[in-house]
């Protein structure tokens, strides 16, 4: 039967009182996290990190036991910027920043609650708590990019001519297309995790340490670049029996599967021993605490966990709640249509307004279409700038395919000079004909306009 040191009863029962107080205060910002894990295939693994985080500190309960927990009060200024990153990231409604903030309260009551010498024990279950923090999606556009990249190269390499247009090419047999699926996103993420833990676990040295980290960071991508690799020659050589449907994906996890099991079979291989566990010094075990000093800490700690949401809840109140209205300006020889000119519309989730339709011009010449979303009282589920807004979701809209991006400068009076720019194609490239010339195509400028200043940065925006 597990006894728990008397030294120890209050201060856990401290922290949990405080771990509750953080989860009722930021309800909101937990479930956001906790819906992303359920939603997203990409961050289903972070379910299993706080479980394995309590394992990996009940591992140490030996070299806990032995110690007087005290708590450090300097810790809890650490709040303080913590606080200030979750306001700004509630502000922005940018999720990794008040997801990131929120478990670093929760790590932090651990030293502040029980000492600088108990988290120091368990600093890297403590760390590793931040792996449930759904972050990385940004990196899907260039996984997918670099990923389309190498299957053209090898494919070219291996003799087979290839017709490419942005993520789509052609080959004799077919046409493929990576999408975000074919990322590798899954992988690497997953792949991180288990290494940093396996590194933890079978590693004594930190160079041996990092280095394994590497390998589970470099691992996946090449392991992915050779799975797509692998699937369009499937199906090449087996005249599009094979590798074509639901099972490519079998034979993708099949493969990073044996990929994974072979780095950890040779890292395990400079498996360094736990050294002789060494009693800790007498000197160490200190005093009981008495109750008014942890009843301090405890009232400290609520107190500035509590101040963020406060603040945030007086600006809501202070925000205006008019529905916004959007209107085409008037610009001399140009006719505004409230009709849009195609079929396209930019994947932009749930703006408060939009404006969408195009200018037809009075000379007769071609149209100009404009897509507007407005976005006010940012919250979950409402950003400007997040991951699923992009020009085009391929996902979901099999009509229109993004074939190029980039920058350009517009030289126009009172107009943005810095745009990003992208090319669009109307129909699937295994559908064209006529050299491509019969398929609709656009040009795209985006700009985000925030508080009358342009930008083209998702970071700056």
Request: aromatic share 12%; with cysteine; net charge positive.
């Amino acid at each position: 039967m597990l006894t728990l040191p008397r030294p120890w009863r209050l201060p856990l029962l401290g922290l949990a009182l405080a771990w509750a107080m953080l989860a009722l205060l930021y309800h909101d910002t937990g479930s956001a996290m906790v819906a992303i894990w359920n939603r997203s295939e990409t961050f289903a693994h972070a379910w299993v990190v706080p479980p394995i985080s309590a394992w990996l500190v009940w591992r140490r309960r030996a070299d806990l036991a032995v110690l007087s927990p005290a708590p450090s009060l300097r810790w809890l200024w650490l709040v303080l910027p913590l606080g200030l990153l979750w306001m700004l990231g509630e502000l922005a409604a940018a999720n990794a920043a008040t997801q990131f903030a929120l478990v670093g309260m929760f790590v932090l009551t651990v030293p502040a609650l029980l000492g600088t010498e108990v988290a120091r024990r368990i600093a890297f279950p403590l760390g590793f708590l931040f792996f449930a923090v759904p972050f990385g999606d940004f990196l899907t556009p260039w996984l997918i990019e670099r990923t389309a990249d190498f299957t053209v190269v090898a494919l070219r390499t291996s003799g087979i001519p290839v017709f490419r247009e942005g993520t789509q090419f052609i080959i004799p047999t077919g046409s493929w297309s990576v999408v975000e699926a074919c990322s590798g996103i899954r992988y690497l993420m997953a792949s991180l995790m288990v290494g940093t833990l396996f590194a933890y676990l079978n590693y004594r040295s930190h160079k041996r340490r990092w280095a394994f980290v590497a390998v589970a960071i470099v691992t996946p991508l090449v392991a992915n670049w050779l799975r797509a690799y692998m699937i369009v020659m499937l199906g090449h050589l087996s005249g599009n029996t094979l590798a074509v449907g639901v099972d490519h994906i079998i034979y993708g996890w099949v493969f990073f599967g044996i990929i994974m099991l072979a780095m950890f079979m040779i890292g395990a291989r400079w498996t360094e021993p736990d050294p002789e566990h060494q009693p800790a010094p007498a000197g160490r075990l200190a005093q009981p605490v008495s109750a008014g000093r942890w009843s301090s800490a405890l009232l400290a700690a609520s107190l500035l966990m509590a101040l963020p949401p406060v603040l945030r809840a007086q600006t809501q109140r202070a925000e205006g709640k008019a529905e916004p209205v959007l209107a085409a300006p008037a610009l001399p020889g140009w006719i505004w249509q409230a009709e849009p000119m195609t079929s396209w519309r930019p994947h932009f989730e749930n703006p408060a307004a939009v404006l969408h339709g195009r200018f037809q011009s009075e000379a007769g010449g071609p149209a100009i279409g404009l897509y507007v979303g407005y976005y006010r009282e940012q919250r979950q589920g409402r950003q400007l700038v997040t991951s699923v807004n992009r020009v085009v979701n391929e996902e979901t809209d099999k009509e229109w395919t993004q074939t190029a991006a980039g920058e350009a400068v517009l030289d126009v009076p009172a107009a943005p000079s810095q745009w990003r720019t992208g090319d669009l194609r109307g129909q699937a490239l295994g559908l064209v004909s006529g050299g491509g010339n019969q398929a609709p195509r656009l040009r795209v400028w985006q700009v985000y306009w925030i508080n009358g200043r342009p930008f083209i940065s998702d970071w700056q925006a």
